[in-house]
């Protein structure tokens, strides 16, 4: 309420300022003729100011503040991958049955262009992911869930991030199937109907994983190029991971 009083008051010292103004003009020079002519041409281009400074340059600006909000939010991001998200993809990425038709558009490299991740996004945003959970130690990947609670509810509670459906989607997900995993006591003699539910939440949580690991390998390759070094190099969606420059 009180931000709309601000606002009648700014616009009515406005209108005032210009109404004086020409009300000193007429008294000046008493040529009523003029003073309406010249209020018309202004009252003519006032759509054209509108269009220059509220569409034209407010889209500027907000691209500019858009450009600013996606760097503040890729620190966050190179911390998750960093602490968590790079050690979540190498242990997924073995019980995902069908990985081998995964990884050969997948491995990320020096070379790779804007063409290839738009490439590599839509393969992997259209796979059909199977996950084997008998290839996948869950009291292991439990205990690297839990160990990292703290940094996804730190960055779950990051506003910046609130921008970023996506990667905010993949932490829920991987919140939920944390949380599917503390729940359970043990995993051995797990009905199939269990191992089916823990199966999609994995596949939920490898599908993102992915398309956003895709999306910060490219941010770095462009923004860091030191850094990419060392993940083109050592990253497990590819055959031969090995951080020996050759």
């Known amino acids: 309420m009180k931000q709309h009083r601000w606002l009648i008051i700014v616009g ?13 003009n007429y008294l000046a020079f008493h040529d009523l003729h003029n003073l309406l002519f010249y209020l ?4 003519g281009f006032l759509p054209l100011e509108v269009l220059l400074v509220v569409i034209v340059i407010e889209r ?20 998750f991958f960093s602490e968590l998200g790079g050690e979540l993809l190498g242990r997924l990425t073995g019980c995902i049955r069908n990985r081998e038709e995964l990884k050969p558009y997948l491995s990320v490299n020096a070379g790779w262009t804007a063409r290839d991740y738009r490439k ?3 393969f992997a945003s259209a796979f059909s992911y199977e996950a084997d959970l008998s290839r996948l130690d ?16 730190t960055l779950l509670a990051n506003p910046n991030l609130l921008e970023h459906e996506e ?12 949380e599917e995993l ?13 191992v089916d539910h823990l199966s999609g939440d994995v596949v ?10 895709l999306r910060y390998c490219e941010h770095l390759q462009t923004a860091y190029p030191y850094l990419f070094s060392l993940l083109a190099r050592t990253h497990p969606l590819q055959s031969h991971p090995d951080a020996t420059v050759r």
């Open 12 to 24: 009515a010292a406005l209108i005032a300022c210009s109404a004086a103004v020409y009300g000193i």
């Open 40 to 43: 018309l041409i202004d009252l």
């Open 60 to 79: 500027l600006l907000s691209r500019r503040e858009k450009r600013i909000m996606l760097r503040k939010m890729n620190m966050p991001i190179g911390l």
């Open 120 to 122: 590599a996004q839509a």
């Open 138 to 153: 869950l009291a292991a990947l439990r205990a690297v869930l839990v160990a990292h609670h703290d940094l996804l509810l």
């Open 167 to 178: 990667f905010t989607d993949l932490l829920w997900a991987i919140f939920h199937l944390m």
């Open 182 to 194: 503390a729940a359970r006591k043990s995993f051995e003699g797990l009905p199939k109907t269990d």
């Open 204 to 213: 939920r949580v490898y599908s993102r994983l992915t398309t956003a690991w």
